[in-house]
């Protein structure tokens, strides 16, 4: 079993940055592959970005992709998503996910999850 608990979200002007962390604890972090998602009012739940269980060649969506940025510290069991040039439509609630080893973009693939953070992005 892997808890996952997100922070860092908040709000910020367009233009700006957030960074999240999600910790995670249970079983050994450096075996799972961690994904972040996101979740507007309304929409469904959508990748966001994903990162081997090694840290190697992450997985961006087209979305962010120049302006975020995924890291992972397995001696302290987190992972990072720094986020910057913020833009309206980035506000959503955003969700740290775990599986085995290998990334995936889908939601399904995913077994565990942590609870969500508010990113609220204002004009």
């Known amino acids: 079993q892997v808890q996952l608990v997100e922070s860092g979200g908040g709000l910020v002007q367009a233009g700006g940055s957030l960074s999240l962390s999600c910790a995670a604890s249970g079983r050994t972090f450096s075996n799972f592959a961690m994904g972040w998602f996101r979740q507007a009012p309304g929409k469904e739940r959508e990748f966001v970005v994903a990162?081997?269980?090694?840290?190697?060649?992450?997985d961006y969506a087209d979305s962010v992709k120049g302006r975020f940025t995924i890291s992972r510290d397995n001696a302290k069991n987190t992972v990072n998503l720094q986020m910057n040039t913020l833009k309206p439509e980035d506000t959503a609630v955003y969700y740290c996910a775990a599986r085995l080893i290998w990334t995936s973009r889908e939601v399904v693939d995913y077994d565990y999850w942590g609870q969500g953070t508010q990113v609220t992005v204002s004009a």
């Open positions: 990162i081997r269980w090694d840290g190697y060649n992450p």
